[in-house]
Structure formats: structure tokens, C-alpha cells
């Protein structure tokens, strides 16, 4: 399987505390990838390095076979941040047709992203008068246009009602089945047997790296939740192990 993203041995500081220790994985092109971990286990901060926004402390992080952080790479790769990144005093389409404007993309890309997301019927209005939900699909349509290559996704279904998160998690298979690469993080277990891939991460370390399948089989157990539960109390009694 070709490779998207390699991370070798990524050292992150933030704050003045490690955040990632010698983090390494290995993320495979057009495919999804889900990255799930608990609140503050360092999801959001291995994605920054690897759209190249995060200063590193050691390692590496390959990006379509460049650097991450590489100027070739910034049209390559669509970005979603957790808070949504999009302008309140413009409406949903000029904010769309601002990111395509940027892309050096044809207007009309703006009105394809708008409708990919669900958002066609509100185009015209101002995205500080949108729901949380329909503001979150809106910085996502940004995220998409120009059809990167790699799309990195930092939560992108919180806030959205059951239908819309399956519609979203359809459209991210069609995206990945047209050859794209996405990176989607989660705290959320039952999305995560939606991906084609885990990584599942712990207090900056990597406890899992497989697919869904593979992940229950190891832990023993058809739950997902209850998986990751067993797997970091297997990590943590080899710890104790090594301790000793
Ligand atoms: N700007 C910052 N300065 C200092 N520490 C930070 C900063 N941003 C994040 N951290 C710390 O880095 C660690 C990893 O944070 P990160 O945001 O990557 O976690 P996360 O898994 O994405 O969490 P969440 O699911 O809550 O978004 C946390 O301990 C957090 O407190």
C-alpha cells in the first residue's frame, strides 16, 4: 500500500512539556484514516506537524513524499482546524469563493465544496448566523476545495445531528475512493470503526496502528471502546513490566 504520511521517532514540545514521544506511524494513501485518542492525548498536535504548522523538537514527518511544511505542499493539502476557520461577516459562499480565489480555482469550485457538505440552501447566508454544526460544514467546504490530495480533519463531525455525521462519513469514503488521503480525528469510538485505519493514541504515544478488524481481534473484544480500554491497560502492565 503507498504511503501518505510517515512519521518517524516525532518529538513535539508545547507549553515547555513533551507532548509526542517518539511518536512513529505510518499513514496509507486514499484511504481513511481515523485518529482517535482521549481529550488532550495529542491528536490535534500530531496533525498540526503534519500539515506543517507545529514546531518539532525531533524526528520527521513525511508528507507526500516531501517535508511536511514544504511550500509545494501547501495546495496539496485541505486542513479543517477544530475551530472553525472561516470569516462570520461573509456568507458561506463568498468564504468558499475567497478559499478558491487563494487556490487560484475557478469560482464555481465554491458552489461544488458548498454542496459536498450539505450547505447549498444556506450559500447565501452570513456564516455568523449559522449553527455551530452548519459553521463547522462550512469551514470543512473551505477545507475541500481545490480537491487536495491529503485532507486532515480535526473533529469534523462535532456538533453534527446522526444523519449529517453519516452523510459526512459517506462523503469522506467517496473522497478517499477518488484517491484522496484523509486523516480524521475522533474521541468518538463508534466513528471509529468507520475507517479504513486506526491510530490510536495515548498520552502522545501510539497504543494501536491497524485496521478495525484487527484492533477488536488483538483486544479480544467486538467493542471498540472496550478495545482501546484494553489496550492501554495491556501498554500500561508492560510498562510495569519493564519497571520491574
Ligand atoms: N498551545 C499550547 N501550549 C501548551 N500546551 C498545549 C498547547 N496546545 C496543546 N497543549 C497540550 O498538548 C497536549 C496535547 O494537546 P492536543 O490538542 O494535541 O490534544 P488532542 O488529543 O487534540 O485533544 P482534544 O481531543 O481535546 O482536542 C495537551 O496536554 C495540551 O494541554
Redesign the pocket.
Known amino acids: 500500500m503507498e504511503t501518505a504520511i510517515e512519521v518517524r521517532d516525532l518529538v513535539v514540545r508545547?507549553?515547555?512539556?513533551e507532548?509526542l514521544h517518539r511518536l512513529s506511524c505510518r499513514v496509507p494513501a486514499g484511504r481513511v484514516t481515523g485518529l482517535l485518542?482521549?481529550?488532550?492525548?495529542?491528536?490535534?498536535?500530531?496533525?498540526?506537524a503534519v500539515v506543517g504548522v507545529q514546531k518539532v523538537s525531533g524526528g520527521s514527518v513525511s508528507v507526500l513524499g516531501t517535508p511536511a511544511g514544504s511550500p509545494a505542499l501547501r495546495r496539496r493539502i485541505g486542513y479543517l482546524t477544530?475551530a472553525p476557520s472561516v470569516y462570520a461577516d461573509l456568507t458561506v459562499r463568498e468564504n468558499a469563493r475567497y478559499f478558491a480565489t487563494l487556490h487560484g480555482t475557478p469560482a464555481a469550485e465554491a458552489d461544488r465544496v458548498i454542496a459536498e457538505v450539505g450547505l447549498a440552501d444556506a450559500a447565501k447566508q452570513l456564516v455568523g448566523t449559522l449553527s455551530g454544526g452548519q459553521r463547522s460544514r462550512a469551514s470543512l467546504a473551505c477545507a475541500l476545495v481545490g480537491r487536495p490530495e491529503l485532507i486532515v480533519l480535526?473533529?469534523p463531525t462535532v456538533g453534527q445531528d446522526p444523519v449529517l455525521r453519516d452523510e459526512l462519513w459517506r462523503r469522506f469514503h467517496a473522497l478517499a475512493a477518488d484517491g484522496a488521503t484523509l486523516l480524521v480525528?475522533s474521541?468518538v469510538m463508534d466513528e471509529a470503526a468507520r475507517c479504513d485505519r486506526l491510530l490510536m493514541?495515548r498520552d502522545?504515544a501510539l497504543i494501536a496502528d491497524d485496521t478495525p478488524d484487527a484492533v477488536r481481534r488483538r483486544a479480544g473484544t467486538d467493542d471498540l471502546d472496550e478495545a482501546f480500554l484494553r489496550l492501554i491497560r495491556d501498554q500500561e502492565r508492560d510498562v510495569e513490566r519493564g519497571a520491574s
Open positions: 508545547r507549553g515547555g512539556r507532548v485518542g482521549p481529550s488532550g492525548s495529542g491528536k490535534t498536535t500530531l496533525m498540526r477544530q480535526d473533529e480525528s474521541h493514541i502522545g
